[in-house]
């Protein structure tokens, strides 16, 4: 499997997705502010990826701080949490991985700076380690609803390179590919970054999984022909009430499997579901520079000079459209997310099993 | 307004638009055989435009045939005819164009060969100026349904630069912009070629109408914002029970604009009904090279060498989602189009009126 990303002779080293699959190319970022360029400039993308970046980003700045005291050591990483967290304000495993170093650092107030340091780069490494192991139940609990002969659907990458591995869309696939079942992939190429022409059906090819890439603008022709069966993406965010923030054109898929009687999945670790925002439009949706749009690859134009443009980088699917929502802990109906957030929620009952 | 086409000194010139908004150049076609490149070849594109081009390519052929009776004269254009016919499968243009200079030439049988070939140039012209004229009726049978205030979203081009002027679903708007409204549009960008972001957007700006661009994938988001009041497409072909096959994503706009209660209309020229075949179902649809989707502009390539694809150049929009059909004897509903076949139809009656 390709490595996303890793900690290796103190520094990040990033796959550059921004290049695929014309090059591949790897990045070795010296120090935080290079991991936060990596991040505004998608060479790392995917929620899960994201977060697994910011931990390590946070771990690089705390091999430079100079403090020896805690106060002063924290001190100097509450800039780091600040450029981390502006780089992509829809994006809430940025958020929950400086929350979850923020708890680590309280939690290790006693131990020498030093060691602090030592543990901020191993906290980091159990991230990635982690995420694989949450992408793998994943695709455990949704490889139930891929069938023999079925033909699944997917917009943006949500696989391996948007994790740690395995991916979060795509984990259900690979694991139904282990499980010996017999199926294919369409790929959207989802415009503007193209990250589904670009990532998701290089990678799928690569796992030996049939893949066929489609123009957003074919799927409704496909399932008005009965040529899909289900569609699985993934989220950036999704909300208290099952409402699911992902890539631009996900909730167009969405209404077009409402329309058709298909099935409409979501992959969604539990660092990317927000328990705190009830409601999805009250996800803050980030608007991206025209450039993506009028030019492919920021060199090929392909519109008038000064044109102006509308580029929302997501779309929030509402909850009625979302057949299940699947995560680690199980699939679930989008209107039961509010249970999981309760203490002790009583999951065997919750779950959807086919 | 930019000349999409015309005859000049025993030349049919045509603006290619497979290099617009990049390069604005013009391709001298010295014979039909270039005619008919230039058709597959995407140089001239839109029903309407390639109607015309058919008829140009035509009267070039005729020229240079040197039988001297009608039966070889005739006989001479039967390749020209198979070979046009060819060059896009789905458009039904070029089976009107084909069909109207075949009965001319039967109500010719008696001139001089000589006189045929002239008046084959003139009829082509006829066909240039008549497109324009229709054009026109369709845009003031449209702009009732303009309201100051308005976003229009319009997917592909049926501007201008598909016929011989004012377009078919930006008519509305140019006579619109004449009666004084204040409207904007929003363009699909139109994958896999990108015909609005290259020439709607283009052709818009030049006609002084303020335009928005976006990916495919945005339209649905923007609809869910309650930002766009209608919708206007043209048609390849549309059929006796209404249903319409136009640029593919057509029907993902009609699904979406169901999906929110906004019109979607449809401006026809009565040429492009093909009264012939009953449902939408029944229309060939082209499926097109994979390295249209797989490289922009046939250069900058954007996936995988050798990934699968499925490229559906058209979809049909079945008529449940058309709100009317503007042609240039008026607006109907999609049901009553049978009732346009009718000899003698009562238009008035027929007629949509907001």
Known sequence: MVKTIEWKDNKVIMLDQSRLPIDVAYIECKDYLMVAEGIRKLWIRGAPAIGIATAMGIALAAQEISATDFE???????????TLIATRPTAVNIQWAVD?????????????????????????????????????????????????GDTVLTHCNAGSLATGGYGTAT?????????????????????????????????????????????????????????????????????????????????????????HGIPFYVAAPMSSIDFSIPTGNLIP??????????????TCRIAPEGVKVR??????????????????????????????????????KLRIRV
């Open 171 to 259: 984990a259900p696939m690979l694991i139904a590919k282990e499980q010996g079942k017999k199926f294919q992939v369409i790929a959207d190429e989802t415009r503007p970054v193209l990250q589904g022409a670009r990532l998701t059906s290089w990678e799928l090819m690569q796992a030996g999984i049939p893949v066929t890439l489609i123009t957003d603008n074919t799927a409704g022709a496909l399932m008005q022909k009965g040529e899909i069966n289900l569609a699985i993406v993934g989220t950036d965010r999704t909300v208290l009430n099952g409402d699911v923030a992902n890539k631009i054109g996900t909730y167009t898929v969405a209404v077009l499997c409402k329309e």
């Open 311 to 348: 580029n929302l980088a997501f779309d929030v699917t509402p909850a009625r459209y979302v057949t299940a929502i699947i995560t680690e802990n199980g699939a679930f109906k989008p209107e039961n997310l509010k249970e999981l957030s309760r203490p002790d929620p009583d999951l065997e």
């Open 285 to 298: 949706i980030e608007e991206r520079e025209p450039r993506e749009v009028t030019h492919i690859f920021g």
């Open 72 to 82: 002063g050591f924290t001190k100097g990483l509450d800039p780091v949490f600040n």
């Open 100 to 148: 979850r170093i923020r708890k680590f650092l309280d939690a290790g107030k006693d131990e020498p700076i030093a060691g602090l340091k030592a543990l901020l780069i191993e906290e980091a490494e159990r991230i990635l380690a982690e995420d694989i192991e949450i992408n793998m139940a994943i695709g455990r609990w949704g490889a139930q609803f891929i069938h023999d």
